[in-house]
């Protein structure tokens, strides 16, 4: 643990570099490269490595108060370039399966069934009567959302009957 006005010891970016070089391509191990370089902490080797297979040599240089899109402007205009083909690919193919659906009618099935059932009680029931119908006269399970959307789509709505009165004279 740190203690107040300990001075920390830092590498150069040139020192990094040798040390993941040397264990990489010399198959150096981490106790022989800290012992030829100098370096007093023993994991301080294990974190440039990380850094070096997460973010390549870019990780190793030291990103106090820089931003990384300047440290690094050729690699970011990379990234930025990978991940526009992605996206083109994705958009290409999304786009052609949407030309193969568009006149494709998903709801034709659905749509007729909710027709049959409206006309089966003339009328006199809304979406959410209509979904239970469908599940107990046709064995349909559909979304009661579904039903409703459908229903606006066809133009079908229920009558709405008037409540009766009762005319209660007395003599």
Known sequence: ???KGQKFKTYSE???IEAV?????EKWTYRQINEHLGIQDKD???RWMRKYREQGEFGLLDQRGRRK???DQERYV???KRENSMLKKCLESGYYAYLKRKNNDRDAEAKRLIHTVYKRYEGRYGYRQIQLFLWQDEGVWMNHKKVLRLMQKLGLQASIRRKRRLNMTYH
């Open 14 to 16: 040139e020192i990094k």
């Open 69 to 71: 899109e300047y440290l």
């Open 78 to 80: 990379q990234q930025l």
């Open 44 to 46: 301080r080797m294990k």
């Open 21 to 25: 070089r040397l264990h990489v391509e």
């Open 1 to 3: 643990m740190a203690t």
